[in-house]
Structures are given as C-alpha cells and as structure tokens.
C-alpha cells in the first residue's frame, strides 16, 4: 500500500510541473502582454516597454520561470499583476466561493441521482424508469447558463423568493447573504450533474443485474434486497466513484459559467479575467492549484477504488 | 410677514431636499477595471466609475460634454494663450480629511508631465508635454505655463487622467482605494463582486449628494443584468445594454429605457498601409457598400446615430456628414472592377472583431453580410480577445479591417498621427489638426476641426458606422439620471431615489 501511494504522490508531483510548465509555455506563445491591456488605447510602445519593465515583464522566459518556480517551492506563488496584490490570496478568495458551490452540488448530486439510479434499474422499462431516464436527458442538454438564467426568472423574478442573483459586495462578510447568493447556483450545477450521474448509476446496476453471480445469489433464494444490496451495490459503485473523480474536475470547469451568470467572484471567473488581463502569475497560480484538485480527487478515487474492489493490487 | 414667508420657504425646501435625501443605488457595470486611479491605466470604466464622482479634477465635463469648473473656481486666459491661472474653491477637504491646494495640483501635473513614466506611473505623459511649468504663487492659485498654445488645454484638464489626489497620497493605496474630493468617497472593492462608494459628509456643496451609497456591480453578461435588473438587485444597467433587451424593458412601466448621446464611434477601421486598403477605390467602395441606416436597424434595433466622420453629433464642431457616402452598391462594384476586383477575382480579406465587445461584433458581423452581398468581396471573420486585439491590430496594425468603439471624447486627432492604427498618412490634415490645436481662435479652430472631418470622409479613411448609444434603463424611481454619455463619468451627485 505505502510505495504504491509514494508512487502515486511522485506521479502527482510530476503532473503538476507538467501542466504549470505548458501553461508557461502557452503564456509566451499566444499574443498579448499584460502591459499593453493596462494601457489600452493610450498604449503607446515606448511607454509599453516602461511598463514591461516596472512589471519585470522585460525579463528573460527562463529567468522568469526559474524565478516563478523558486517561489512557487517556496509556496509563494508570486504577485498578481492585475490586482497587484498576492496570488495566493486571490485564489484563496476565489476558492471560498467555487469550493462550497462544487462540494455542495456534488454532494446533492450524488444523493440524488444514487436513489433514483437504482430505482430505475430496478424497474427497467417501467413508465417510471422512462420518466427518470427522460428527465435525466432532458438535464444533459439543457446548457447550464439558460438553466441558471430560467431559475433566476421562476425563482426570483416571478416567484419572489428572497433570493440574491449575485454575491454580496462584502463577500463572506455578510454570511447570510453570500449563502443565499449560492443557493441557485448550486441548484443548477446540481441539476445538470446529477442527470448525468443518474444514467451512470442505472446503467451501472443494470449492467450488474445481469451478471452471473446475481443470478446465482437470487437462485439461492436470497431477497431481492440482499441480492441487491449485499452483491450488486458494491460492484456497480466501480464505475461510478470514478465518474464522481471526473466529475469533479468536470465541475470546476462548469463552474466558469455558472459563476459568470450568477455573478460569483469564484475560481471560475478569476481565470477568465486573468486570461484576458494576460496576468501571468495568477494564470499559473489558478492552473495549479486546480490541476492539485484534480490529481488529489484522482487520487482519492483510487484508493476508495481499491477499498471497494479488493481485487485491485497495489503491486 | 415677509419674513414669515421666507422661513416657509426655507422649511419647505428643506423638506424637498430631504424628500430627495437618503437610500442606496446599485448599478450594473460591464467589465472590471484593473485599478481605480485613471492616472495609472487605461479603462473607460474606471472613468465611468470614479470621475467626478471620487475624483476631481480643475475643471470637469458635465452631463452635457462642456466643460465647466470643479475645483477651480474659475479661470484666466493670458492674450498669448501661453498662461492659464486657476482660482481655486477654498475649503475643500479630501476624504482623508486633509486639506486640498493648490501644492496639491502643483505635484499632480509635475508628475503628469514628468516623461519618466516608471518614476511617475503616470500612463500619459505626453497629454501635459505643452505645458512648460506649473506654479504656485499662493495657496489658492495655480499657474499653468504652456510652451505653445493649446486649443485642447482646457480639455485634456477635463480627462479623468487629469484629475488629483492628495499630493502625499502613495500611488499603490490610490490604485486600490482612491481618494478624492468628489461627493462620494470609494468604500469598498470586492474582487470580481463590486465597488461600493459612500456619501461623503464633509461635501463641499452643500446638500450633495442625495444618496447615501452608490453600489457598482460588474455583470459582463447581458441576459445576467437584465434578470438581476428584473428581480431587484439592481436599479440601473448603465451603458451597452443589448438591444434586443431595451426592447423588452420598454413595454415593462416598472422601468425606463434610454438612449442617449454618447462619444462612442464605431470604428471600422481599414489598415490604409496595405493591400487591399492602400488603394483610396477599394476604400471608397468599402464606404458605397456599406448601408449604415440598414446597420443600426438589424444590428442594434435602431439604437444608433449614423455618422461620417470621426465625432458624434454631440460634440462641439460637429460637421454632419452621414450622407458623405449614399449606399450605391453598384458604384462600390464599379470602384472595386477599376482597381482589378470582380466576381471572378473577388476582393478577399480578413476582418478582426474582438470578442468582448457585443455592440461592434453584431456590427461588424452584419457589415460582413453587406460587403458579402456584393458579389464581389470575400470577407473571412476572425474572433480575437482584446488582449491579442490591443497586441496585434493596435500596437503592431498587423491587420486588414477591424471594428472597435473609440469612446474617448475629441479623439480625431488621431488621424493626424501617421503611427497610430489605422496607419493614415496625411500631411493635409496633420496641417489642419496643428492649425486647429495652435490657434487662439476659437472659430479658426473650429473651421479646421470641420475642414478635417470632411478630408477624412472624403479619403474613406476608415467606416464610421455609428456613434453608439448610451443604452441602459433603470427602475422608474431613479430620477436625474443622467442618460446621456458625454461626460467621462456617471455623474450621481445629483441622482436621487422617488419616495
């Protein structure tokens, strides 16, 4: 167990300083500096140049990456160039309004779509399991920013729920309110994750349904619930925690748009603006940090998969 | 008994005062700036936000785009036009309470002109490289000393790049929280969230401002504001509402919709520097070509005011020339076959739209179709962000034709720049712009504005298409918004909420 979490750990590593080292890459390659934003259409390139060099934008790429990377070691990830304040605490900000929204929605998700997986594996080719299963559809493409943009009209606009469309302006500040703000949001990230995680589950447990050795559980004469819960569950959660894993790198890419729409200063909108703003720093900060998420769920992922599934060798 | 009556009078104004007194407004803001001192970087939103309101320069640009006073009382012209002293308002207060004079201006504009930009942070040097010397004689004075005259002198005074802070105020605690002597001091910044300015109490004008709290939200999205507009979190979308979303709000009591007169036109510029541009035919096909009335008609519903040349019908000097060009596509055809185009040899370009701006990608989009319709144009559309447009079109004008929105006010000087973007290299009108910016005559100089206009048109320089709209709305209890755009800033001291 403990060199095959060493290894995972080195192989995580290693994808870290892959993906922030492309970003480095792609930040040099692709037009537009952050100089040159700042100074719009008073953007002159003599006085271009002036600022490259007060934002040590002037420097070698080399030595900027060695530098970047020194710091990063350091757990300083530098300073962001647009809102001249730390990286760190930037993506700290953003992290505390996209982490509750991801882990809430994902959570609901799970319970919701689990249930109602199951049932409709139970009673394949029912009406129920066609409705479930259509409404499961009608979830996957349905865009989430229409379906963000339809609950602020039914919820806020015409049912005139005491909701705010957007985060507070002192943030967590005003608790209350910043927790009423991610009440919708949540609501639409949940609604299209779980329609996806609902076909997951039912085909999952269909798929085990069928398999020999619950049909020779049930010809012992065990239960329809044993036979369920005691053999079927446990297989036909494989595949589906690892759904979960992607899912959650899936979710914090969703939530780009989700936070867009509701106004939310989250991870999501904090990359896009350091895109477009060419803020080298916190592109590399952001991309980082969420590549880190990504490998630690991937990495959770294998080891509940292996706590499930005993056949799993760590050799 | 008169003077009963006068303190009836003065109870009742007071009431209608207080009637106006009081509440909190939140407006929606399309982008976010990077900083909020608009001496530091670039932005129309910063302007948009803090001008005047925050911020205060010697002389500002009203509601209407004229320039009056702010912190200078009033001012003198020498007869050479080479002096300009400025009498100061006397106790005025910044929002840190320190006392605002005339050391304050004198460090300002030291700095402004200072061309070491990394020792200044000031963007914009070359606004103040006229001015020779900038003096005190006594606390309330400030005397400007030009080294030639400068018909724009008191305009760029008017930008929100010339507006001042206390003078030992540290440039990196003005970038994030600026402080001025405006009738709002700024409270709070919310990254990607919101600003949130409050009255300032020690206001000089008395009774300014009416509200109590100014909230500034940044909603990029236009479907985002029209639902938060709509469910009451916010009062007023302020500029670049969609269209289709004015349309609407229009036929809804519970808001009204504006659209008003602005500096923003919309550029199609043609790089005039190469192929297929350099040649004046293919550019004035482009200008028969294009059916502008059609425009403003499918693209933006009809919000729009067609225009010529280089200035909005809002602004001084103005020469109508939006039927410089009738739309005769068959003369257009016949232009393109003089200079070597026709169906079997189209004319093929490239055309640059920034993805962030709504109003110019329609635009540009539905200019695309006309030009296509030709028969004898090929136009390919290529999406770049702002930040490769800035790079690419406008720093290395490594374009064709692009489209953007110059907001600016009294920005046609450009044209007289030969490095600029657009690439236009005309001895005749850079001699027309330094006539118009060296005399002392006002008619002169408006002469030469106008005589310029109409050599722009006729060399097709660039499409104008339209000078855009100020198009926003605002819940029906806003009253003295000020609608129009003509002003750097949304001017709110005057702003007050319907009880």
């Known amino acids: 167990m403990w060199p095959y979490l060493v290894r995972r750990c080195v192989v995580a590593l290693a994808t870290l300083w892959l993906a922030s080292s492309l970003v480095f890459l792609a930040l040099l390659v692709i037009p537009g500096d952050p100089a040159s934003i700042i100074l719009g259409f008073g953007a002159d390139p003599e006085r271009v140049a002036a600022l490259q060099a007060r934002l040590g934008l002037d420097k070698p790429p080399l030595e900027r990456y060695v530098l970047w990377y020194a710091g990063a070691l350091r757990g300083d990830l530098g300073e962001s160039i647009r809102y001249s304040?730390?990286?760190?605490?930037?993506?700290?900000?953003?992290?505390?309004?996209?982490?509750?929204?991801?882990?809430?929605?994902?959570?609901?998700?799970?319970?919701?779509?689990?249930?109602?997986?199951?049932?409709?594996?139970?009673?394949?080719?029912?009406?129920?399991?066609?409705?479930?299963?259509?409404?499961?559809?009608?979830?996957?493409?349905l865009p989430s920013f229409w379906v963000g943009l339809m609950f602020i009209y039914l919820f806020i606009v015409q049912l005139k729920l005491p909701l705010p469309t957007n985060f507070?302006?002192?943030?967590?500040?005003?608790?209350?309110?910043?927790?009423?703000?991610?009440?919708?949001?949540?609501?639409?990230?949940?609604?299209?994750?779980?329609?996806?995680?609902?076909?997951?589950?039912?085909?999952?447990?269909?798929?085990?349904?069928?398999?020999?050795?619950?049909?020779?559980?049930?010809?012992?004469g065990l239960s329809e619930r044993v036979v369920l819960y005691k053999h079927a569950l446990r297989n036909a959660a494989l595949p589906v925690v690892t759904v979960l894993g992607l899912e959650f790198s899936q979710l914090l890419i969703a939530a780009v748009i989700v936070e867009t729409v509701f106004g939310l200063p989250g991870l999501g909108s904090l990359s896009l603006t350091a895109i477009s703003a060419r803020d080298f720093p916190l592109v590399q900060g952001i991309v980082v940090v969420l590549a880190a998420f990504i490998v630690l769920a991937n990495l959770i992922v294998d080891l509940l998969y292996a706590y499930l599934d005993p056949r799993v060798s760590y050799a | 008994m008169t003077k009963g009556w006068f303190w009836v009078l003065v109870l009742l104004l007071g009431l209608a005062v207080a009637q106006n007194r009081g509440g909190s407004l939140t407006v929606a803001i399309q982008t976010e700036p990077t900083v909020f001192d608009p001496s530091q970087a670039a932005g129309a939103d910063i302007a948009r936000m803090v001008y005047d309101n925050v911020l205060q320069g010697l002389v500002k640009?009203?509601?209407?785009?004229?320039?009056?006073?702010?912190?200078?009382?009033r001012w003198t012209v020498s007869a050479s036009s080479l002096t300009y002293t400025f009498y100061l308002r006397k106790g005025v207060k910044f929002h840190d309470r320190t006392p605002f004079d005339a050391a304050d201006v004198v460090a300002k504009f030291n700095r402004?002109?200072?061309?070491?930009?990394?020792?200044?942070?000031?963007?914009?040097?070359?606004?103040?490289?006229?001015?020779?010397?900038?003096?005190?004689?006594?606390?309330?004075?400030?005397?400007?000393?030009?080294?030639?005259?400068?018909?724009?002198?008191?305009?760029?005074?008017?930008?929100?790049?010339?507006?001042?802070?206390?003078?030992?105020?540290?440039?990196?605690?003005?970038?994030?929280?600026?402080?001025?002597?405006?009738?709002?001091?700024f409270a709070a910044w919310e990254r990607g969230v919101g600003v949130r300015l409050e009255?300032?109490?020690?206001?000089?004008?008395?009774?300014?401002?009416?509200?109590?709290?100014?909230?500034?939200?940044?909603?990029?999205?236009?479907?985002?504001?029209?639902?938060?507009?709509?469910?009451?979190?916010?009062?007023?979308?302020?500029?670049?509402?969609?269209?289709?979303?004015?349309?609407?709000?229009?036929?809804?009591?519970?808001?009204?919709?504006?659209?008003?007169?602005?500096?923003?036109?919309?550029?199609?510029?043609?790089?005039?520097?190469?192929?297929?541009?350099?040649?004046?035919?293919?550019?004035?096909?482009?200008?028969?070509?294009?059916?502008?009335?059609?425009?403003?008609?499918?693209?933006?519903?009809?919000?729009?005011?067609?225009?010529?040349?280089?200035?909005?019908?809002?602004?001084?000097?103005?020469?109508?020339?939006?039927?410089?060009?009738?739309?005769?596509?068959?003369?257009?055809?016949?232009?393109?076959?003089?200079?070597?185009?026709?169906?079997?040899?189209?004319?093929?370009f490239t055309f640059t739209?920034?993805?962030?701006?709504?109003?110019?990608?329609?635009?540009?989009?539905?200019?695309?179709?006309?030009?296509?319709?030709?028969?004898?144009?090929?136009?390919?559309?290529?999406?770049?962000?702002?930040?490769?447009?800035?790079?690419?079109?406008?720093?290395?004008?490594?374009?064709?034709?692009?489209?953007?929105?110059?907001?600016?006010?009294?920005?046609?000087?450009?044209?007289?720049?030969?490095?600029?973007?657009?690439?236009?290299?005309?001895?005749?009108?850079?001699?027309?712009?330094?006539?118009?910016?060296?005399?002392?005559?006002?008619?002169?100089?408006?002469?030469?504005?106008?005589?310029?206009q109409r050599k722009l048109?006729?060399?097709?320089?660039?499409?104008?298409?339209?000078?855009?709209?100020?198009?926003?709305?605002?819940?029906?209890?806003?009253?003295?918004?000020?609608?129009?755009?003509l002003s750097p800033g949304i001017l709110l001291a005057e702003v007050y909420l319907a009880k």
């Open chain 1, 85 to 141: 304040s730390p990286v760190r605490s930037e993506i700290a900000r953003g992290l505390s309004v996209t982490l509750p929204l991801v882990l809430v929605a994902l959570t609901l998700a799970t319970l919701i779509s689990v249930p109602l997986g199951i049932l409709a594996a139970r009673r394949a080719g029912s009406w129920l399991d066609v409705g479930i299963s259509a409404g499961a559809l009608l979830g996957i493409v």
């Open chain 1, 168 to 220: 507070p302006i002192e943030g967590w500040r005003d608790p209350q309110r910043a927790l009423l703000a991610l009440v919708l949001p949540i609501l639409t990230v949940t609604l299209s994750r779980s329609a996806l995680l609902v076909r997951m589950v039912r085909g999952s447990v269909l798929e085990v349904l069928s398999q020999d050795y619950v049909r020779t559980a049930r010809s012992k």
């Open chain 2, 61 to 73: 640009r009203n509601v209407k785009g004229e320039i009056v006073p702010s912190l200078a009382e």
């Open chain 2, 112 to 185: 402004a002109k200072d061309p070491d930009t990394k020792r200044s942070g000031h963007i914009r040097p070359e606004l103040y490289r006229d001015i020779a010397s900038v003096s005190a004689p006594d606390s309330y004075t400030v005397v400007f000393t030009l080294k030639q005259p400068n018909q724009d002198f008191l305009f760029t005074l008017s930008l929100p790049e010339s507006t001042i802070g206390p003078r030992e105020r540290k440039l990196e605690e003005q970038r994030v929280r600026p402080i001025g002597t405006g009738p709002f001091r």
């Open chain 2, 199 to 348: 009255r300032n109490e020690a206001y000089y004008i008395p009774n300014l401002p009416y509200l109590d709290r100014v909230n500034f939200r940044f909603m990029g999205d236009g479907d985002a504001q029209l639902a938060a507009l709509r469910a009451g979190d916010i009062d007023v979308i302020a500029y670049s509402m969609l269209p289709e979303n004015a349309q609407i709000l229009s036929r809804d009591p519970r808001f009204k919709v504006f659209s008003g007169s602005g500096t923003a036109e919309a550029v199609a510029s043609m790089n005039n520097s190469r192929p297929p541009f350099n040649d004046i035919r293919v550019r004035r096909a482009m200008e028969y070509a294009v059916n502008k009335d059609e425009l403003i008609q499918g693209a933006m519903l009809g919000y729009g005011t067609k225009i010529g040349s280089m200035r909005s019908p809002g602004e001084a000097c103005y020469e109508d020339l939006s039927n410089f060009y009738t739309y005769d596509p068959n003369r257009a055809r016949q232009l393109l076959a003089e200079a070597g185009y026709n169906a079997q040899n189209p004319l093929k």
């Open chain 2, 353 to 452: 739209l920034a993805a962030e701006f709504p109003y110019e990608r329609r635009i540009g989009e539905a200019l695309a179709a006309q030009l296509n319709r030709l028969g004898v144009v090929q136009v390919s559309i290529q999406v770049v962000d702002f930040g490769t447009w800035i790079q690419k079109a406008f720093l290395a004008a490594d374009y064709q034709m692009t489209i953007i929105g110059h907001v600016e006010a009294n920005d046609i000087g450009r044209y007289a720049n030969p490095n600029y973007y657009w690439r236009y290299n005309s001895p005749q009108v850079q001699q027309l712009y330094t006539t118009y910016l060296r005399t002392n005559d006002p008619k002169k100089a408006c002469d030469a504005l106008k005589a310029m």
């Open chain 2, 457 to 485: 048109a006729e060399d097709a320089v660039s499409i104008w298409t339209m000078s855009l709209p100020a198009l926003g709305a605002y819940r029906a209890n806003v009253m003295n918004w000020p609608g129009a755009s």
